[in-house]
C-alpha cells in the first residue's frame, strides 16, 4: 500500500496590504507583501476510495468537510489537470487560526496540492503547481512559496524577497472570524463615504513601500514597524470595534507595531525579540481582549514534504 505523505505549510502576515480601487470583474489589485511565520497547519493525504477531508485540532469544527474546502479543491484541480480520480483522504491538522487573516486555508489548499502531487507520482513542475494555485485563490500560491513575497495582480504574482534576519511576533487571535468578502466590500463603503472615490479609475495603483522592502533585507524590527501597514484595517475595525482594545493592549504591553492580520480579525505585533514578544503575549492574554496569544517569528519556509 502507497505510504501516507504529509505536508506542512505555514501561516503569513501581510506587513505591508495596500489595496487598489474596486476592479470592474469585482477584485482589486494589491501590492501585498507576505511573510511566513511558524505556525503550520499538516495535511496527510492518504490513498483512498473516493475523495474525504477530515480536521483536527482548534477550530476544527469551523473547518468544512465538503469539496467547498480549499485543500478538497486542490486535490480536483491537479486531478482534473493529470486525468485521474482524485481518490484520496485528506486529515487537515489545524494550528493556523482558522477564519483569522493568516491565510489558514490557503495553507491548506498548498499543503494538499503538495501532498497530493507527491502521493499520485504526477511530476508536476513547480511553474504548474503555482498556476493551480492561483485558480484557487490570491493567497495559495505564497503558502506554497513561503519565504517573503510582493504580491501584485490579487495577490498571487508573486516576486521573492529578501530578508536579513529573524522578525518575532504575537499573533492574538479574537473569537469568531471576519469574511474577507464582507471586509473588501467595506473597506469600498468607507472609501466611497470619503469622498475620494472607491474604485479602479479613482485610485492610484498600489504601490510597496521602499522603506519597509529595506526593512526587511535588512532584518531591521523596528524600521520594519514603522512602515508595517494594511488598507484593511479600518475596514476591519468598523466591522468589528473591539479590535482596537486588542492593538491598543499589545502596543503599552511594549509591541514595535501592531497592525491586524490581512482581513482580521487575528491582530498581529512586531517585538523587539523572543522576550519582548512573550510579554506581549502574556499581557495579551491577562487582558481579555483576545481568546489566546501565539508567539512565532518568520520568515519561516513555504509547503514542505514532511514525509
Request: include cysteine.
Amino acid at each position: 500500500m502507497t505510504a501516507p505523505v504529509v505536508v506542512r505549510a505555514p501561516a503569513k502576515v501581510n506587513v505591508q496590504l495596500a489595496v487598489g480601487g474596486l476592479r470592474p470583474d469585482g477584485f482589486h489589485d494589491l501590492a501585498n507583501v507576505f511573510l511566513a511565520v511558524g505556525l503550520y497547519d499538516e495535511v496527510t493525504a492518504t490513498p483512498a476510495d473516493r475523495l474525504r477531508i477530515t480536521a483536527a485540532g482548534p477550530d476544527a469544527d469551523q473547518v468544512p468537510l465538503d469539496e467547498s474546502n480549499l485543500a478538497a479543491r486542490a486535490a480536483l484541480a491537479l486531478a482534473r489537470r493529470y486525468g485521474i480520480p482524485a481518490d484520496v483522504r485528506l486529515h487537515i491538522a489545524k494550528d493556523i487560526p482558522v477564519a483569522g487573516g493568516m491565510a489558514g486555508g490557503s495553507a491548506d489548499a498548498a499543503a494538499a496540492l503538495l501532498a497530493c502531487d507527491t502521493l499520485w507520482g504526477t511530476g508536476a513542475s513547480r511553474a504548474e503547481l503555482l498556476d493551480i494555485c492561483a485558480e484557487l485563490g490570491s493567497d495559495v500560491p505564497f503558502s506554497l512559496v513561503g519565504g517573503a513575497a510582493l504580491g501584485r495582480g490579487r495577490g498571487e504574482l508573486l516576486e521573492p524577497l529578501e530578508t536579513g534576519g529573524t522578525f518575532h511576533w504575537v499573533f492574538a487571535v479574537a473569537d469568531g472570524g471576519l469574511s474577507t468578502p464582507a471586509v473588501y466590500r467595506e473597506c469600498d463603503r468607507l472609501r466611497e463615504d470619503s469622498g475620494h472615490g472607491y474604485t479602479a479609475a479613482d485610485l492610484p495603483d498600489p504601490q510597496p513601500s521602499p522603506r519597509l522592502l529595506e526593512a526587511l533585507r535588512t532584518g531591521d524590527a523596528p524600521a520594519l514597524a514603522g512602515a508595517l501597514s494594511n488598507d484593511l484595517q479600518p475596514a476591519a475595525l468598523s466591522l468589528r470595534p473591539a479590535l482596537a482594545d486588542t492593538l491598543r493592549t499589545g502596543t503599552e504591553a511594549g509591541a514595535l507595531a501592531a497592525l491586524v492580520s490581512g482581513s482580521g480579525p487575528t491582530c498581529a505585533f512586531l517585538a523587539e525579540g523572543a522576550n519582548a514578544a512573550k510579554a506581549v503575549a502574556e499581557a495579551l492574554m491577562a487582558s481579555g481582549t483576545c481568546r489566546t496569544a501565539r508567539v512565532t517569528s518568520g520568515p519561516a519556509p513555504g509547503a514542505t514534504v514532511l514525509g
